[in-house]
Structure formats: structure tokens, C-alpha cells
Antibody
Framework: EVQLLESGGALVQPGGSLRLSCAASGLTFSSYAMNWVRQAPGKGLEWVSGISGSGGKTYYADAVKGRFTISRDNSKNTLYLQMNSLRAEDTAVYYC??????????????WGQGTLVTVSS | DIQMTQSPSSLSASVGDRVTITCRASQSISIYLNWYQQKPGKAPKLLIYAASNLQTGVPSRFSGSGSGTDFTLTISSLQPEDFATYYCQQSYTSPFTFGPGTKVHVK
């Protein structure tokens, strides 16, 4: 059974940094692209970033480009999101989501339970 | 970026009702349209991919149709566990934008 477990969410001040992790099990991790999707409190879903199975290709939403970096360690079955220069509008639950293929297709068939990031002074 | 809209934003329904939710893309996305269900405090769940394909394990009362810019999600006979928020999402091109959601609640 595929399981995705996010961690690293916390309360951080504006301008601060945070690194989220997503530990995957029950799958051949390197065979699938992975993504981060966020949801602000009481709001809808927003795709944040994606990475191919090899890690060679990455994609970002304009709202986070230049501030966030997605990466993966296939030897540890773990996905990361390094978030810098955090803003109040980055406050959200962050989900990691597995793609259906090695390349980024935008179809997310498994999701983690989410980790809450709160940006506030 | 491709903008996604959904209608209605919310609807009230009873168990056994047929429910239809509409999703529209700001440009043609062929059949690259997915539907997700989300319950409060839970992660989204993939229901339909590529406009009309039922994800493994999803009950057959759920169906999807459409292509180009206009899509629909239909629940043929609403069950108690179907009260939730439904999101459409385009997977035609990055950024993979979601619709604003349709909340299905008890009448």
C-alpha cells in the first residue's frame, strides 16, 4: 500500500525558512514524479511544485518561483520542499502528491495527510 | 495560466439524488481533466482522470464526461459518504490549476 507521510510544518515568522519532507513507502519511489499541493485555511487547492522521477526536471507555480525549491532523494524515498522568504500568504496545509507516471502529468493518485505551515509574527 | 471554474459553488441534495457538477476551462484542455473529492480534514482523493476514467476503487455511481473546455461530474445516486467538496483540475499543462470547488451538503 502506498503511503506518503509529510513532516516539517511549523509556525515561522515572515521572511523565514522551512523545509518540508514527504517520506514514501509501498512504491518504487524513483518511478514516479511527485508534487506539492497546498490549501490555505478554508480555501481551495493550489498546485505548488512538481519534480520528475529522476529529479532532473522541476516545475513551480509563479507564486513560489524563486523562493521554493523542490528536490528528492530516491535512495531515501523522500521528497522535499525548501521554502525561503516565507510570506503570510504561504500559510497552508501542504500535501505531497504522487503522480501516475515517471514524468509530470498532473494526475495525482495518492496524497499524504498534509502538514501545516503557518507564517505569522 | 489556464483558469478553471466550477458551478455551482455549493449545492444541497438528498441521499438518492442525481448530482451534476460542471467545470469549465479558460482554453481547450482536450481530455486532460481530473476530479477529486475532499472531505473535511482529509486529503483529496482522485475520482476521475482523463475526463471520464474511473480511478480504481471508486464506485461506479461516479462518472465524468466532456472534452475541450466543458466537463461534468455526475453522481448517479448520492450516498451518505458522498457529502464532500469536489474539485476539478486540469492536467493539460503546468501550472496544474484546480477549480474553486463545489461543496455538496445535506438538504
Amino acid at each position: 500500500e502506498v503511503q506518503l507521510l509529510e513532516s516539517g510544518g511549523a509556525l515561522v515568522q515572515p521572511g523565514g525558512s522551512l523545509r518540508l519532507s514527504c517520506a514514501a513507502s509501498g512504491l518504487t519511489f524513483s518511478s514516479y514524479a511527485m508534487n506539492w499541493v497546498r490549501q490555505a485555511p478554508g480555501k481551495g487547492l493550489e498546485w505548488v511544485s512538481g519534480i520528475s522521477g529522476s529529479g532532473g526536471k522541476t516545475y513551480y507555480a509563479d507564486a513560489v518561483k524563486g523562493r521554493f525549491t523542490i528536490s528528492r532523494d530516491n535512495s531515501k524515498n523522500t521528497l522535499y520542499l525548501q521554502m525561503n522568504s516565507l510570506r503570510a500568504e504561504d500559510t497552508a496545509v501542504y500535501y505531497c502528491a504522487k503522480e501516475v507516471a515517471t514524468v509530470t502529468t498532473g494526475e495525482f493518485d495518492y496524497w499524504g495527510q498534509g502538514t501545516l505551515v503557518t507564517v505569522s509574527s | 495560466d489556464i483558469q478553471m471554474t466550477q458551478s455551482p459553488s455549493s449545492l444541497s441534495a438528498s441521499v438518492g439524488d442525481r448530482v451534476t457538477i460542471t467545470c469549465r476551462a479558460s482554453q481547450s484542455i482536450s481530455i486532460y481533466l481530473n476530479w477529486y473529492q475532499q472531505k473535511p480534514g482529509k486529503a483529496p482523493k482522485l475520482l476521475i482522470y482523463a475526463a471520464s476514467n474511473l480511478q480504481t476503487g471508486v464506485p461506479s455511481r461516479f462518472s465524468g464526461s466532456g472534452s475541450g473546455t466543458d466537463f461534468t461530474l455526475t453522481i448517479s445516486s448520492l450516498q451518505p459518504e458522498d457529502f464532500a467538496t469536489y474539485y476539478c483540475q486540469q492536467s493539460y499543462t503546468s501550472p496544474f490549476t484546480f477549480g474553486p470547488g463545489t461543496k455538496v451538503h445535506v438538504k
